[in-house]
């Protein structure tokens, strides 16, 4: 009797509850002086990255330690133009110019991450691009053995499921790695789709009291009117290896 192949896809998922949150924003300016919006971009970048660098308090090795709500700050360098805007009759007006910079602040404590984003808001030069939801990369490893294995064991169980029926054992001749993926199982939150909780009470940014405002002359930092309750999205792992069993005759 020939030997019978039989090829199968496993399939296994796991859900976990994201763990961390990438905040993207930037800080802009514009007006008739290079020079100005400029500074004014550098100054207050360097401003929120101090303070943010306040929540990543960093171990001997240089990583930031266990109680740490922030585990990384990046940030991109100065980015300039100009544009010449016209009056109602075309004719050409002041050259106006703009300066910007990009800041990346990954937070492992969402608390944290809810109360920095209702401080932001009040920002006029901060704009919030995005929250992006992940698992840390622990997890992500531990996760992915054991979606592998679950995925596998998928595989093997539909082969023998199949041979059984016509009186076989099968063993498995060939294993192909269709990867793992991670997917977020709603829709990306957007800055106007942020939850609100009751107004709180309490310092400024960052909890502390101590920063000025974009586009304002007072020293303290603009109050947030609420704050804001993030809820971290479902992250989906998934494997989906490819097997080729063979019978015993």
Known sequence: ?????????????????AEQGLLRLSVESQGPKLEIVSKEVVSRSNELTGL?????????EGTATADAAVTNV?????STRNFTPRDKDGQPLEKVYQASMSLSIVFRDITKLSEVVGQLLTYSNVEISSIDWSLSEATQKALG???????????????????????RKVYAVDI???????????????RSLFGSAPVQSGGGLFGGSAT??????TSQAPQSSEMLSLSPQNIKFTSSPFAQSSTSN
């Open 212 to 217: 000025a405002g974009f586009g304002s002359s």
């Open 176 to 190: 192909m790695d269709g990867g793992q993926n991670a997917t977020m199982q709603h829709a990306p939150v957007g």
């Open 1 to 17: 009797m020939e030997p019978l192949k039989i090829r199968v896809n496993g399939e296994s998922s796991i859900t976990r509850l």
């Open 52 to 60: 943010f660098k306040t929540l990543s308090p960093k171990t001997q």
């Open 145 to 167: 053995s054991k979606v592998r294995r679950e995925a596998i064991r998928d595989a093997v169980t539909k082969a023998n499921d199949y041979a059984a029926e016509v009186g």
């Open 74 to 78: 990046a940030s991109t360098f100065l």
